[in-house]
């Protein structure tokens, strides 16, 4: 069964840098898609980027395309999410997210990402606050 741990999460002050991790127990399958995502206060959950663990295909939302950045190490199990210049707003709960098999196969085709619901398995979330 797949289980994703995220970590990295902290106190920032606006304009530094954070790198989130999502560590993977299961990085086998060839379809595996992993998708980070925020949910700010009071507001829905959002996808900010994806990748295509096998491939390491990755997409990153519009809103973030400038700033946030993600990755994937095999060798590690690990998925990242490189966060630059972060603003006030970025605050939230980051949370990321796993699909496998055929439904992994169809996500993560472009910039715009996958809502929540495409996602079978989460972890359990790591807060980012950013504020001077």
């Known amino acids: 069964q797949q289980e994703l741990v995220e970590s990295g999460g902290g106190w920032v002050q606006p304009g530094e840098s954070r790198r989130l991790s999502c560590a993977v127990s299961?990085?086998?399958?060839?379809?595996?898609?992993i998708g980070w995502f925020r949910q700010a206060p009071g507001k829905e959950r959002e996808g900010l980027a994806c990748?295509?663990?096998?491939?390491?295909?990755?997409n990153v939302a519009e809103i973030v395309k400038d700033r946030f950045t993600i990755s994937r190490d095999r060798t590690k199990a690990t998925v990242y999410l490189q966060m630059d210049d972060l603003k006030p707003e970025d605050t939230g709960v980051y949370y990321c997210a796993a699909e496998t098999g055929l439904a992994g196969g169809l996500l993560c085709q472009g910039p715009e990402q996958d809502s929540p619901g495409k996602y079978s398995t989460w972890g359990q979330g790591t807060q980012v606050i950013v504020s001077s």
């Open positions: 299961d990085f086998t399958d060839i379809f595996l898609v």
């Open positions: 990748i295509d663990a096998t491939p390491g295909t990755a």
